[in-house]
């Protein structure tokens, strides 16, 4: 597959609809699975490896649900295609920085893909747009259930899905759902909510992962707990919370209409002014304003954007897409100038020939 | 009305749900800000969950017992206790059989649970027991090869090939990786 391809497409979570899509960006479920006859990673050589490998990349790349799928034999990519993968959230962290035979099948309109001797020997992820847990779980069952008959998992009775780190056992599921949440963050209640989640077991991440800070205020929330409750159970947990949380994000931007309204327009039109204008701008700024102008666009305060486009630029300004996109690889400080430069032709659609550095 | 701790006017309204009974706040922007900002979370970093709570497994053992069970190591993958603790990472899935008692504890922390209520495979494969040999198997192919202990690596192959002919492994359809032997294809679909 062509990574220039798919630099240039937008994938199915970036699409910006589905219910919700004014906070919820994304809903996502994962299930890690291991082959019952092969060590788990940290104790592969690097025979097992290759040969669980190839085993898994002939059985996914047979599943057929919907279109083929592209695999990308990771091991063999330049740092920057990695990134970019990484970016796009279609392989994680570890896939990325990791090392040895390890691979990634992608559906093309890049709603789900099967990890490869990732932390497990698969990790399978569907990803949809908006709140809609129900089609996501429904179709990654559906390749579970698929590969399943040509796999034997590593099972037990008891714990059931049998994983390398304790935490995933049992159901190996991770349900997680991305929102976009800048007025928790202004008005400062984002941390009692996070405190109050991880009371009912619930994680809550940064845009990209473990680890990952919030950046552009995306956080994902997800279950912790992955035994002793049904596939079913987890979804409803995490399922049944987010319209609580969607609720007080929408009261959160009610409040600052109503008792600030100035302040949030002109936080708004300057982000939006600085975007437009800037002429070198780091990755972090550019998050931060841009979750500003999106929340702009959702209230109104911006009536000539469209939510899908901020999302592009979300993703297509951070590094490795910005290198993808202009076809040369850069430097930091060329980065932030050619990112200044990007912004700008994207947000000034009437003077954009007319634009140049 | 006027914010309840200074005259301004009170524009942030917060009604506390955590600790007893609900308690209500009114309070003007800079209060609510302090207010709301008083408690700072602590960092929370889910990726080392698993290293804290295995390091956590050595409190409640004597030093001469926590040595022991270090050095403990699974037979079918080799993995120490110790190198568990360290990475947080299983080596097969064997390991949740073999380090039950010390794992048990564990998985109870991370997930209240021990029984798992979720999805099962379909096909009901009875055991995995024999998979799992093979992993071993393998194991001391590779390391009776490396030693040159050919006579030794010969049986072990035999009773590889005769696991994996045995269709215990319909699944994976993994062949001996040992070149010059015949590669079973897997089943097609």
Request: negative net charge; aromatic residues 6%.
């Amino acid at each position: 597959m062509e990574l220039e391809e798919l630099a240039r497409s937008c994938g199915e979570w970036l699409r910006g609809s589905g219910p919700e899509s004014d906070i919820v960006i994304s809903s996502r479920i994962r299930l890690a699975r291991n082959l019952a006859d092969f060590p788990f990673i940290s104790r592969a050589t690097t025979a097992d490896r290759a040969e669980i490998e190839r085993i898994l990349r002939d059985k996914v790349t047979r599943v057929r649900d919907g279109a083929e799928l592209n695999y990308v034999d990771v091991n063999r990519l330049e740092a920057i295609d990695r990134q970019f993968l990484f970016e796009r959230q279609l392989i994680s962290r570890e896939l990325a920085e990791g090392q040895g035979a390890r691979g990634v099948a992608i559906d093309p309109q890049e709603r789900g893909s099967l990890m490869i001797n990732e932390e497990d020997h698969l990790r399978i992820q569907v990803m949809q747009s908006g709140l809609d847990l129900q089609t996501a779980w429904e179709k990654i069952n559906r390749i579970d259930d698929l590969l399943e008959d040509q796999i034997t998992y590593a099972f037990n009775e008891r714990l059931g899905y049998l994983t390398a780190c304790p935490t995933n056992v049992g159901t190996g599921m991770r349900v997680s759902v991305m929102l976009h949440l800048p007025a928790l963050v202004i008005t400062r209640q984002i941390d009692k909510l996070f405190r109050s989640l991880q009371k009912i077991s619930l994680a809550v991440r940064g845009l990209y992962g473990e680890g990952s800070q919030a950046m552009g205020d995306f956080y994902q929330i997800s279950n912790q707990i992955t035994l002793g409750r049904s596939e079913t159970d987890l979804i409803k947990q995490v399922g049944d919370l987010v319209p609580t949380i969607i609720e007080y994000e929408r009261k959160a931007r009610e409040f600052l209409v109503r008792e600030s309204h100035e302040n949030l327009h002109d936080r708004v039109s300057r982000a939006y002014g600085i975007l437009r204008t800037a002429q070198t701008i780091s990755s972090e700024e550019t998050m931060h304003l841009l979750s500003s102008v999106r929340m702009g666009v959702n209230l109104g305060l911006i009536r000539d954007l469209e939510i899908p486009t901020l999302n592009q630029l979300f993703i297509y300004t951070q590094p490795a897409h910005l290198q993808k996109l202009s076809g040369v690889e850069l430097d930091t400080s060329d980065r932030n100038i050619e990112r200044a430069r990007f912004l700008r032709s994207r947000l000034n659609k009437s003077d954009s020939n007319g634009n140049k550095n | 009305m006027k914010c309840q701790k200074c005259d301004k006017p009170a524009t942030f309204h917060i009604t506390e749900l955590t600790g007893g009974k609900p308690q209500e706040l009114h309070v003007c922007e800079d209060h609510a800000r302090e207010y709301l900002s008083e408690s700072e979370p602590e960092a929370t970093a889910p990726g080392k969950l698993p290293e804290k709570l295995a390091k956590q497994l050595a409190v409640g053992q004597t030093a001469e017992e926590l040595a022991k069970l270090d050095q403990q190591a699974c037979p079918i993958c080799g993995i120490t206790f110790f190198e568990f603790r360290n990475q947080g990472r299983l080596g097969c899935p064997h390991d949740y059989v073999y380090f039950q008692k010390e794992l048990d504890p564990l998985i109870v922390n991370i997930h209240g649970e021990l029984e798992h209520t979720g999805k099962r495979p379909k096909r009901t494969h009875g055991s995995t027991d024999r998979q799992t040999e093979l992993i071993r198997l393998r194991r001391e192919l590779k390391e009776a090869v490396l030693g040159e202990k050919y006579e030794q690596a010969s049986t072990l192959r035999d009773e590889i090939k005769q696991i994996e002919g045995s269709g215990a492994n319909h699944g994976s359809g993994v062949a001996s990786r040992e070149s010059g032997t015949d590669q079973p294809k897997p089943p097609s679909t």
